[in-house]
């Protein structure tokens, strides 16, 4: 990374705003921010006044977007996922701000009013329409009532209200206590949700006893102007709510006519504008001196020659480029993350953890690696692996035109159903014993038997769980000791070899030592001769010094902690267990359920049925467990060897198009 400085003459400003946006070779800094030792001989510049007339357009055809793409029909449901659309992309020239708002200006002034017009008159009919809804729902509590709804109210000798409540009894109490009332009832629902339409009728003399009871006891409909029995009114009603439908449907369709004729050119246009905008608002983070703006930013190496000539280019040499040499602190450069296409996929899992800090070791292709081996030896049954695999090849070869995401994504679950298959053969694992269960009628019979290298196959994890924890502890060593070398490496390019030798380099001597002289006496796996048991134990030795002098007489516990590390990986062993108890239990109890039905057929399909959703679920659990689980050995494990994170990633001003392109 190189830290980049740009000095050049305002007349020339705008046309290296625009040559670096092409080209996209530098991330340019907030000055007033991150480097504000430059205000002692330069201002702080503002954003280009023509800014506020990108912001003013760009609001003005999102607004319009929004509308269109909101009454858009879209497909829906399979269609929807089974053939995604692209957004169709439009061939554009260069034109300037002027030519660009000119041309905004007219097409707004030709379908703006229409298309706000057209969203108001929804927003209109929509709230006639819950008002009817509101209006037809308390009316259908009155159907039963044979009166005219217009004799709700007062009246000179009568007070007349409607509604429901959910305490009749309690109302008709409250109302034997008043003279000249009287109250209809009819029931609705039943049980806790019970409740009843009620009109009472009194004199008007009673007026504010009536009132104080229906604002106790009664929910009053509001049905004032409404004419006509409540069959006749919910006729009318239903009539009213169809003939809004009906509106609604003409703006609707004209709309659409409107987002097919204008939405891709609007799309289009708005990009444009937008990117316009990134060049007016990018000047907020120079600064200014009477006649020159200073840009400061970084800039890759190997583009550092590509970056001079290009703003030479477009400034006459009327620009001074300064390149240097940052260091870590206090410039804290932005890091590049750079990997093959095939591994796209593994920097997302790297950014859920935390970007690399500018020269640190990237660790994403090893961890990717590890995170798919340790994936299928948790999962390890071929029957998942290929569901998995197949799944991600139709996604990737489907979808992967589509969406970066899917087919990054797509591919990582190629390698994933790829290893979990593998596993699964090696570990007689297909759907745990689904084939031997119900083909060869023999629970106990392997899909194949084969020696290889001495080493027969394939291993069970449930018949022989030692082997597996032994090639897992084994995968753990190899794990560990590779974040190691890498912490030895980081080490040694920032000269701290206190960190080298004290703490990195002690834990190759213990391992070594250690693993001599446990395998001589506990586990008997070598026999050490004297001098062989002396080299160990010195091993041993000078490794606990150098940990004691990194860390003090704390230093022994890291011990503990790294065997605690080691054993971690152990839930290799553990999960591949739990998907084979899991996929053989729910064998065992599909066979059952189907020996159980007397009807052989409707036995065999209740049997599939089963098989297929345990099965399915078990896929959901064990495929999530073994990606958190193998997560957490990179993040907590691996990382905790080398790795530490808290860097920003390098970000060049550079033009994204979706909607646009232009033309060769």
Not at 317 to 326: A, G, Q, R, S
Not at 341 to 363: M, V
Not at 524 to 537: D, I
Not at 633 to 656: A, D, T
């Amino acid at each position: 990374m190189r830290k980049v400085t740009l000095i050049v003459h305002q007349n020339y400003i705008e046309d290296v705003i625009q040559r670096l946006h092409e080209t996209g070779l530098m991330e340019i800094i907030d000055i007033a921010k991150e480097d504000p030792e430059t205000s002692e001989y330069a201002k702080n510049a503002s954003m280009h006044p023509d800014a506020s007339v990108c912001t003013t357009y760009e609001l003005r055809l999102s607004r319009i977007i929004d509308i269109l793409n909101s009454i858009q029909k879209k497909p829906g449901g399979f269609k929807a996922i089974l053939r995604p659309q692209l957004p169709e992309v439009k061939h554009v020239d260069e034109e300037t701000l002027d030519e660009l708002c000119s041309y905004a200006e007219g097409v707004l002034d030709e379908i703006e009013k229409h298309i706000i017009k057209g969203e108001q008159q929804l927003k209109e009919l929509s709230e006639k329409r819950e008002d009817i809804k509101n209006v037809i729902q308390q009316v259908e509590y009155l159907k039963d009532f044979e009166m005219d709804l217009s004799y709700l109210g007062e009246t000179d000798y009568l007070i007349v209200k409607a509604g429901k409540t959910i305490d009749l009894q309690g109302l008709k109490k409250a109302i034997d206590q008043i003279e000249n009332v009287t109250i209809f009832s009819k029931q609705f629902g039943t049980g806790k949700n019970v409740e009843w339409a009620v009109v009472v009728v009194a004199h008007i003399s009673e007026k504010d006893k009536i009132d104080k009871i229906s604002r106790g006891g009664i929910i009053e409909f509001n049905l004032d102007n409404l004419s006509g029995t409540p069959n006749e009114i919910l006729e009318q009603l239903k009539q009213d709510k169809k003939e809004i439908g009906k509106e609604r449907g003409k703006i609707v369709a004209q709309l659409r006519k409107y987002a097919k004729d204008h939405l891709p050119d609007l799309l289009a246009l708005r990009e444009e504008i937008q990117l316009e905008q990134m060049r007016k608002e990018v000047t907020k983070n120079f600064a200014k001196t009477n006649t020159t703006y200073v840009i400061k930013g970084w800039a890759l190496e190997k583009n550092e020659n590509k970056l001079k000539a290009s703003v030479d280019d477009v400034a006459k040499n009327h620009v001074v480029c300064n390149l240097e040499t940052p260091s870590a602190n206090p410039d804290n450069p932005p890091t590049y993350i750079e990997t093959p296409k095939w591994a796209s996929s593994f920097r997302t899992l790297l950014e859920l953890f935390s970007t690399p800090k500018y020269n640190e070791i990237n660790p994403t292709i090893i961890m990717g690696i590890f995170f798919v081996l340790f994936f299928g030896v948790m999962l390890g049954d071929a029957g998942y692996g290929l569901i998995i695999l197949s799944l991600s090849l139709f996604g990737y070869i489907k979808f992967s035109k589509f969406s970066g995401f899917i087919r990054g994504w797509a591919f990582l679950g190629i390698w994933l159903g790829l290893t979990t298959t593998i596993v699964g053969f090696l570990t007689n694992g297909f759907f745990g014993d689904l084939i031997p269960r119900f083909f060869y009628n023999n629970p106990d019979q392997p899909l194949y038997s084969l020696t290889i290298g001495g080493v027969h196959l394939p291993i069970e994890p449930l018949r022989d769980p030692l082997t597996i924890l032994t090639i897992a502890l084994l995968f753990g060593l190899i794990h560990l000791n590779i974040g190691i070398i890498l912490a030895i490496y980081q080490s040694y390019k920032n000269r701290d070899f206190k960190e080298l030798f004290a703490n990195h380099s002690s834990w190759l001597l213990l391992e070594l030592g250690g693993g001599l002289l446990l395998g001589d006496s506990l586990l008997h796996l070598v026999s050490l001769g004297t001098v062989e048991f002396y080299f160990a134990l010195i091993l041993v030795i000078i490794g606990l010094v150098l940990r004691i002098w990194h860390a003090g007489p704390l230093g022994f516990f890291d011990i503990t902690g790294f065997v605690g590390d080691w054993l971690s990986y152990a839930r290799l062993l553990a999960l591949g267990l739990a998907t084979a108890g899991m996929a053989l239990a729910f064998n065992i109890i599909a066979k059952l359920f189907a020996d159980m039905i007397p009807i052989q057929i409707i036995g065999v399909i209740v049997m599939v049925i089963l098989l297929v959703l345990m099965h399915a679920i078990n896929l959901g659990l064990q495929a999530l467990g073994a990606g958190v689980h193998s997560l957490r050995l990179q993040y907590v494990e691996f990382f905790n060897r080398f790795y530490e994170g808290g860097g920003h990633e390098f970000k060049p001003f550079s033009i994204k198009r979706k909607y646009t392109k232009t033309k060769e």
